[in-house]
């Protein structure tokens, strides 16, 4: 193996690339690892290449590239990116040579460094960035192809003002794209006029491809577009086209400095709108949602994430947007409890259904959220139907599914006290002791607003538990041995189908026997080839989860979920 610094031997690498070709040189020399210096070996690479009597770069370039699968095509590519600047070699061939690279590696993000390693090889020479052009305007695909990143990279502003006004299909299309990430300096209105035209086309492709480009180049001075392109926009948005739904996702994601207010709400109406199957607009929607939030509009996305889940009937879930539910997370405590009760108000089933999927747990030490004062509802019955709708949704994480009541008996309305501590009590306290009853405690020791009222709950409670004491010695209520053992020998066997159907079913070894020793550490057989093993000990840490099942469930299953159900299902009274 080479070290760093080593040189390559040129007349070995000529020979190579006689008989293998450019392509598979690289990828034999990268999956071998034979040149840890790769810098040397592009420089040697370009020297052998650029002479006159050269083998050409695209020799047994379809042999090579049959035999590149996955990553080892995109680690010869990286080569090739550093390579292609330096070559001087003659335009067609490398133009049809990265082509052929590019439909090899199809639309994969990375393919769009060979785009740009062209454009780097354009700028070393005018006459070359020229032939693109001259190719372009006579409609060559493989030119039209690299006609925005030669534009970019050459900032041909005048050439990309030309292609945009007077061509049009694929070079208009690229020189619009090439304008918008462009330095305009003082040619910024004249640009904006060229891009505000092609806005205005009938054409949906034109159109989206400029209000792109003209956002973007606003974002780019920090300013906001014109309001003309307001109107353009929406225009297009109006459409609900799947193009137009991504271009109001990836404005608000990626260009949201260049939009004015009523574009942002533009937008925002737009994305709600998304194709559930569309899963790469509703990723740029969870990245334009978090940078929102990041923002200061956390209340804006919290509104469109309820959309979004109940317009498409719980087919987009929160699990979609976990980049918008960690910066609301991270915003604050009182940042998420708003949403919770946003959500639980005005949202639908579906909504309330992913908010508690997404908070409730078990073990959780505490409420995940806090609810501010200026988030709860004025009119008492909606302060009472939120206490309803929180402990139907959150009834399995009773710190989560309380916190709501006591925000409303601190901050809520002075009239439905009594309804709340009713509310808490049963079904709550009457079906969870435990952490429910220590954070009960602490919120009367710390002061909490009706501590009295939750003290007398907490006597009810104990009152309760003196009552049931003895009550588990009922011999009627136990089941009997044979009961017992049947449903350990039945356990045992099913766990023992399933983890030989696993053994057999898996591509990967997920069962391993282990050999347990005194419950201190485990021996795992490793199996290292040709019949031998070894054992390899592994130090067994403890951890602990708790968990705590609702009495209710217990002493009256049908009357609690009956409970529940109407809770959940019960419908916000009409004002």
Known sequence: MAIEGTSVDETELAIQLRTSGLVRTIAEREFRRLDDNRSALIEALATILNATDAPPIDLYIEDALAELEGR????????????????????????????????????????????????????????????????????????????????????????????????????????????????????YREVLDTLLLGASSDDEDTALRSLEAGYRASAKRKVTAPTSFDEQLERVLQTRSPPAI?????????????LTENAIDLCLKAVA?????????????????????????????????????DRSKGQITLGAFQSAYHA???????????????????????????????????????????????????????????????????????????????????????????????????????????????????????????????????ARKAAFND??????????????EMQRETERVQWNEQMERSMEQGRRESIFDFFTKQYILYGRSSLTPIHTGEGATHLTETEMKSFSISSELPLLNIVDPVGLEHMLIHFKLEPREQR
């Not at 067609?92 to 052929?100: H, N, S």
């Not at 929607?285 to 923002?295: E, F, G, N, T, W």
């Not at 994480?397 to 809520?412: C, E, F, M, S, T």
Request: include cysteine.
């Open 246 to 258: 991504h271009l109001g996702a990836d404005l608000l994601w990626l260009h949201r400095e260049g």
């Open 467 to 480: 009552a049931m004491e003895g009550i588990e010695r009922l011999v009627e209520l136990h089941p009997s």
């Open 72 to 187: 080892r095509f995109f680690l010869v590519q990286h080569v090739l990116c550093d390579l292609i600047p330096l070559l001087n070699v003659d335009q067609e061939i490398l133009l049809a040579f990265i082509t052929r690279l590019l439909d090899i590696g199809g639309n994969d993000l990375d393919t769009g460094a060979l785009s740009t390693s062209f454009g780097e090889w354009t700028k070393k020479d005018a006459a070359r960035s020229s032939k693109v052009y001259e190719l372009a305007r006579a409609g060559d695909n493989r030119a039209l192809r690299q006609l925005s990143t030669v534009l970019l990279m050459n900032a041909d502003l005048d050439e990309g003002l030309i292609f945009a006004q007077a061509h049009k299909g694929e070079a208009k299309l690229a020189a619009i794209s090439a304008l918008g990430p462009m330095e305009l300096g003082e040619r």
């Open 328 to 458: 609301l997370t991270h915003a604050g405590a009182e940042v998420l409890g708003s949403a919770v009760v946003y959500w639980l108000l005005d949202g639908g089933v579906y909504t309330r259904k992913c908010v508690a999927d997404e908070l409730c747990s078990v073990g959780n030490d505490g409420p995940p959220f806090s609810i501010p004062k200026s988030s709860l509802p004025t009119n008492s019955s909606d302060q009472l139907f939120l206490c309803r709708k929180a402990i139907g949704w959150f009834f399995i994480d009773p710190l989560a599914a309380v916190a709501i009541p006591l925000a409303v008996l601190r901050d809520g309305c002075p009239d439905i006290a009594s309804d709340v501590l009713s509310l808490i009590y049963d079904p709550l306290l009457m079906s969870y002791g435990g952490k429910l009853k220590d954070y009960l405690e602490r919120y009367v020791e710390d002061g909490g607003a009706n501590g009295s009222g939750i003290t007398e709950l907490l």
């Open 273 to 309: 709108d998304v194709d559930p199957d569309d899963i790469v607009t509703i990723s740029h929607i969870d990245h334009a949602s978090y940078q929102l939030v990041r923002d200061g509009r956390a209340e804006q996305v919290i509104r469109l994430l309820g959309e979004l889940i």
